[in-house]
């Protein structure tokens, strides 16, 4: 499991000492407002860099950032990922942090056959959409307890998905094969 995890991207400055305005990619603002440090990555590490202040402002954070002293030390950071240790996010218990599911596969719970593996969530509606990739098309489940039986960041994503929602073509049987072969 990744130790780190994105948090969120400076996009722009935020006046003329330092500011700068975060597109937070956390549940909530309030979640990356309580972070006392995020981190950037600086080849295969992570500088900690603290949190001196952080606010919403409209859809965004403003922060200010240790080291950042000026209009020209945030500007430079323009378009940087931040990110946050594992240890400072909270996580509802029954949750999972997306970079945990991503690329697993995707299992129907009762045949066992194998629908793909998760490429993303997409957040963007009501309710999350898992998109598997089936190697054929991207298919887009909604992860609710209907369809998602259980979550197991080890073995997979386990289904119970309605008929006709991926065609026969599309499943592969647990020895690797499609169904059609």
Known sequence: MQEYLEAGRIINTHGIAGGVKIESWCDSPAVFTSLKTVYFKEGASFRPCKVLRASVLGKGIMAMLEGFASFDD????????????????PLPE???????????????RNSGRVYGKLKDVDQSGFHDLYVIDTGDATVLLPAVDEFVAEVDTQKGIFITPI????SEAEAVHPDGKKADE
């Open 74 to 89: 945030a500007n430079a950071a323009r378009g940087r990922i931040l990110y946050a240790a594992r240890t400072d996010l």
């Open 94 to 108: 029954g949750s999972h942090f997306i970079a945990d599911l991503k690329g697993l596969p995707v299992i129907d």
């Open 163 to 166: 008929e006709g929602f991926f």
